[in-house]
Antibody, heavy 122, light 107 residues
Framework: QLLLQESGPGLVKPSETLSLTCTVS??????????WAWIRQPPGKGLEYIGS???????YYTPSLKSRVSTSVDTSKNQFSLNLTSVTAADTAVYFC??????????????WGQGTLVTVSS | DIQMTQSPSSLSASVGDRVTITCRAS??????LNWYQQKPGKAPKVLIY???SLQSGVPSRFSGSGSGTDFTLTISSLQPEDFATYYC?????????FGQGTKVEIE
C-alpha cells in the first residue's frame, strides 16, 4: 500500500522559506507514469495546485507561485520536497503531497498524504 | 488558467436522495475532469477520473458524466458517509485547477 507523509515546520516567519518533505513508502518514487505533486488548502477554503514533478526531472508550477516555488526529488531517500520562498500570511495552509497517476493522456491525484498545517506568523 | 465553477456551492439533502453536482470549465477540457470527496480534517479522495471512470473501491452509487465544458457528479442514493465536500479538477492544462467545492449537508 502506497503511503505519503508530509514533514516540516508547522510555523514559519514572514519573508522566510517554507520547506516541506514528502516521504513515500510502499512504492518507488522512480516509478514511471506518475507525477509527484504539492497541493495546498488555506483554512476553510478550497484546494490549490502548487506544482508537480516527474521522476524524469520535468517540473511544472502554477504561474502565480512560480517565482517563489522549487521542488526536488531524492530517490535515495524516496522523498520529494517543496520550497516556497518569501512567505506571507497568505501562504498559511494545509499542504498536501500527492501522487498523480498518468493514463489515457490524463492525470488525477490518486494517493494523498494526510496533510500538514503550516502557519506563517511572527 | 482554466477556471472551474461548481454549482451549487452547498446543498442540503436526506439519506436516500439523488444528488447532482455540476462543474463547468471556462474552456473545453475534453474529458480531462476528475472528482474528489473531502471530509473535515482529511485529505481528498478521488472518486471519478477522466469524467466517468469510477476509481477502484468507490461505491457504484457515484457516477460522473460530461465532456467539453459541462460535467456532472451524481450520487444515486445518498448515504450517511457521503456528507462531505466535493471538488472537480481539470487535468487538461497545467496549472491543474479545482472547482471551489460543493458542501453536501444533512437536511
Amino acid at each position: 500500500q502506497l503511503l505519503l507523509q508530509e514533514s516540516g515546520p508547522g510555523l514559519v516567519k514572514p519573508s522566510e522559506t517554507l520547506s516541506l518533505t514528502c516521504t513515500v513508502s510502499g512504492g518507488s518514487i522512480s516509478s514511471s507514469s506518475f507525477y509527484w505533486a504539492w497541493i495546498r488548502q488555506p483554512p476553510g477554503k478550497g484546494l490549490e495546485y502548487i506544482g508537480s514533478l516527474y521522476s524524469g526531472g520535468n517540473t511544472y508550477y502554477t504561474p502565480s507561485l512560480k517565482s517563489r516555488v522549487s521542488t526536488s526529488v531524492d530517490t535515495s531517500k524516496n522523498q520529494f520536497s517543496l520550497n516556497l520562498t518569501s512567505v506571507t500570511a497568505a501562504d498559511t495552509a494545509v499542504y498536501f503531497c500527492a501522487r498523480a497517476r498518468q493514463s489515457y493522456s490524463s492525470s488525477w491525484f490518486e494517493t494523498w498524504g494526510q496533510g500538514t498545517l503550516v502557519t506563517v506568523s511572527s | 488558467d482554466i477556471q472551474m465553477t461548481q454549482s451549487p456551492s452547498s446543498l442540503s439533502a436526506s439519506v436516500g436522495d439523488r444528488v447532482t453536482i455540476t462543474c463547468r470549465a471556462s474552456q473545453s477540457i475534453s474529458t480531462y475532469l476528475n472528482w474528489y470527496q473531502q471530509k473535515p480534517g482529511k485529505a481528498p479522495k478521488v472518486l471519478i477520473y477522466v469524467a466517468s471512470s469510477l476509481q477502484s473501491g468507490v461505491p457504484s452509487r457515484f457516477s460522473g458524466s460530461g465532456s467539453g465544458t459541462d460535467f456532472t457528479l451524481t450520487i444515486s442514493s445518498l448515504q450517511p458517509e457521503d456528507f462531505a465536500t466535493y471538488y472537480c479538477q481539470q487535468s487538461y492544462n497545467i496549472p491543474w485547477t479545482f472547482g471551489q467545492g460543493t458542501k453536501v449537508e444533512i437536511e
